[in-house]
């Protein structure tokens, strides 16, 4: 017959899906009952209607069974009370909000951005111009680099034209919990963006103060977890967001969406001098709707060609990949359904998995290892 320490110590490793860390260490194990070969256990959710009670359930089954002994378990909820909240946003401010700082009012540590000294590298996705794609080249790149075993978060801070929810198929808001906000997930990427607070219709009529303040508390306020990479879709152009962008994130690295059409790529320029203007470095070039493949296996050039390659060799970085145009592609965003996940081994999963690749290598940051000598 197995023992309630043994349950525990099975719980243990089941972590909860959105906090990414253990139900036991997170308080949410409340009661286990055992009677013969039925286990039962009573997990305290953070919230509410937590949309993720199913692969809750799932995941505390799957351990309990693997006991000797037992032959079936009962998993019932019931919901934190708002000192178990308190106990669960102090636990994430010390270990992965990553502040512990001095406290602000309320005893809380004053939250900082993580990211202006962390190991996280922070790929900004920028175009001139609006319609070339850049969101989708945000999202398949975040997954292609999840796809590689990466941890990887994702800001959308295209607070006019939010669009990543929808392309990633994120169908929930984030979690709150006390006031540290946990993003949701899909396909291997969190995301934090203003469509989970403004609605597909509903217009943001804001000016820059607001935006940037906005834009501070997507950083600060968020679960982040230090990821191996935060991937910002950025608005297009070069107004008051690029420019609160570059100031929270001074170390991102710009990628830089075109189309082969020249009139784009002279528009696009200039989002990536701005980037150069403000001392952010420009890491290479991502040329969008390249050609269209007919059934006859003609590759058609219908924005022109040589647009995203001429950009390239006048920033003096490299095209770092042609993402042909295809109806998959579109509705794959329309859908949350990235071409990465659908299609990987098509012409543009492969051509998104070839960007990822040079990024996640060939542009890594040269690694300095210090050895010691001892002399005898």
């Known amino acids: 017959m197995p023992t309630e320490t043994a349950v525990i110590e099975a719980l243990r490793p089941v972590e909860d899906p959105e906090l990414h860390r253990s139900i036991v260490d997170l308080g949410m194990v409340k009661d286990v009952g055992i009677d013969g070969t039925a286990v039962r256990v009573t997990v305290a959710l953070t919230v509410p209607g937590c949309p993720l009670r199913a692969e809750i359930t799932q995941r505390v089954t799957g351990a309990v069974t693997a006991l ?29 909000h990553g502040h512990g700082h001095p406290t602000e009012e309320g005893g809380r540590p004053a939250r900082t951005n993580p990211f202006t000294d962390s190991r996280t590298r922070v790929l900004a996705i920028a175009s001139g ?16 680099l999840a796809q590689r075993g990466h941890k990887v978060a994702a800001v959308d801070a295209d607070v006019w034209g939010f669009s990543m929810p929808r392309m990633l198929g994120i169908e929930h808001p984030p979690v709150v919990i006390d006031d540290v906000i946990v993003p949701p997930e899909a396909n291997g990427v969190r995301l934090i963006s203003m469509g989970f607070f403004a609605r597909e219709d509903q217009p943001v009529v804001w000016r820059g103060p607001m935006l940037h303040k906005a834009l501070e508390q997507f950083l600060t306020d968020v679960l982040w977890d230090e990821p191996d990479f935060l991937v910002v879709d950025m608005p297009p152009g070069t107004g008051d967001i690029a420019l609160s962008m570059a100031q929270f994130l001074p170390r991102a690295e710009v990628v830089v969406v075109t189309t082969p059409q020249p009139a784009a790529q002279k528009v696009a320029q200039r989002a990536a001098y701005m980037a150069q203007r403000v001392n952010l470095s420009v890491v290479g070039v991502v040329e969008n709707m390249s050609w269209f493949r007919g059934d006859d296996g003609t590759a058609y050039r219908i924005f022109g060609e040589g647009g995203g390659q001429a950009l390239a060799d006048d920033l003096g970085v490299p095209l770092l990949g042609q993402v042909p145009l295809l109806a998959e592609l579109r509705e794959g965003g329309d859908d949350g359904r990235p071409i990465v996940v659908t299609d990987p081994d098509g012409e543009a999963g492969r051509a998104f998995f070839a960007v990822a690749e040079q990024i996640d290598t060939e542009l ?7 050895t010691e000598l001892k002399i005898v």
């Open 68 to 96: 000797e002994g037992v032959e079936g378990v009962q998993v019932d909820f019931t919901v934190m009370s708002d000192e178990e909240r308190a106990a669960v946003a102090a636990l994430l401010h010390g270990d992965g």
């Open 129 to 144: 111009k609006g319609g070339v794609g850049k969101s989708s080249v945000t999202t398949n790149l975040a997954v292609a």
């Open 364 to 370: 890594a940051p040269k690694r300095v290892y210090r």
